[in-house]
Each structure stands twice: as structure tokens, then as C-alpha cells.
């Protein structure tokens, strides 16, 4: 579950490891809408982002079970138990930064990633994508950037099909009157 919502939040979403990191219930009470408050948001720079399809799903399960002041990434406190050392979790407390990139790296190893994998890679996903279906103009709101250019500087370079297709009808012949 923990590394779903990161995972999620993280391709679907944009949000940077500290904005994951402190995201509460509270974030997710407008129907449809993740708010990255001000106090949350680098910069301050509060923004609201929709719920794509994809991210429904989680959504609807944080809804449904993280109060307002829960942390969606909780703490983890560790109790002693009968055969030593147990996790608790501490909704009250977010989780340790190194705890997100952990997990964000054991998702890249169990999907075969052959680089090593960090959560703002994530958010470099969803700008490529967001760019590609909606607009580069779209993808810096949704990201929050104040600069269009460090937008641009989250992209990647078109991959072969996509020059492939992008020059598939371009031709030197003139065209015929």
C-alpha cells in the first residue's frame, strides 16, 4: 500500500518527495482535485491538481481512510515485540525522506529498471507525459513552475517512433494543385 500511493502520487501526480512526503487527508477533500497547499508546495506555490483516471483508485482509498490530519506516508515508530522489534505506523508524523527513496529505488529493481531509480524520476514521468497529451503550458502549471524553461528542462528527447511519426508525412515533393 505504501509504495502504491508513492508510485501513484508520484507518476500521476508530479508531486516532488517532500510534497509526497507531507501530503495529508486534508489534501484530498475537494472531489477530483489534489491540493498542493502553500505550505506543502516549494515555493509556496500552491496548486490544485486533477485526478487523472489512473490515480482514481488511490484516491478513493485515502479518501476513504486518512482523516484530514493523517499522513498519507506515515511514520513509523518501532515497538518492542515478542520476537523483537515491530513497525507501527505513526499517521500523525510523515515518513523519513530516505524511507521514500528506498522504496522508490525497490519498485525500479522489482520492474527490472536497469538504472537506479529516485522519486523525482518519477515526476520527470509524469512531465514527459503531461507534455505529450496536454501541452507544455499544461504540464508547468500541473508541476507548479514558475519558468516555463525548467519545464522544458524535464523532458526527455523524442524517442525513434516518435521522430519517425513526427516527419512521416514531411516530403520535398511539391505538392500537387
Keep these: ?74 511514520g513509523t515508530e518501532w515497538v518492542a515485540g515478542e520476537r523483537g522489534p515491530v513497525p507501527l505506523d505513526c499517521p500523525e508524523r510523515p515518513c523519513d525522506p530516505k524511507t521514500i527513496w528506498r522504496a522508490v529505488r525497490r519498485i525500479g529493481l522489482r520492474a527490472g529498471i536497469g538504472i537506479p531509480v529516485h522519486p523525482h524520476l518519477l515526476r520527470h514521468a509524469f512531465a514527459g507525459h503531461v507534455t505529450r497529451c496536454a501541452g507544455l503550458q499544461a504540464a508547468q502549471a500541473l508541476l507548479g513552475h514558475a519558468s516555463i524553461q525548467t519545464t522544458e528542462g524535464y523532458l526527455a528527447r523524442p524517442s525513434p517512433d516518435e521522430l519517425a511519426q513526427a516527419i512521416a508525412t514531411v516530403t520535398f515533393k511539391t505538392p500537387p494543385h
Design 1 to 74: 500500500r505504501f509504495e502504491r500511493r508513492i508510485a501513484y502520487l508520484g507518476v500521476c501526480a508530479g508531486l516532488r518527495r517532500n510534497e509526497l512526503r507531507l501530503l495529508q487527508g486534508r489534501h484530498f477533500t475537494r472531489e477530483g482535485w489534489l491540493l498542493v497547499s502553500h505550505d506543502i508546495a516549494k515555493g509556496g506555490r500552491e496548486r490544485w491538481v486533477p485526478v487523472m483516471a489512473d490515480l482514481e483508485p488511490v484516491v478513493h482509498e485515502l479518501r476513504g481512510t486518512t482523516p484530514p490530519q493523517h499522513f498519507v506516508l506515515p
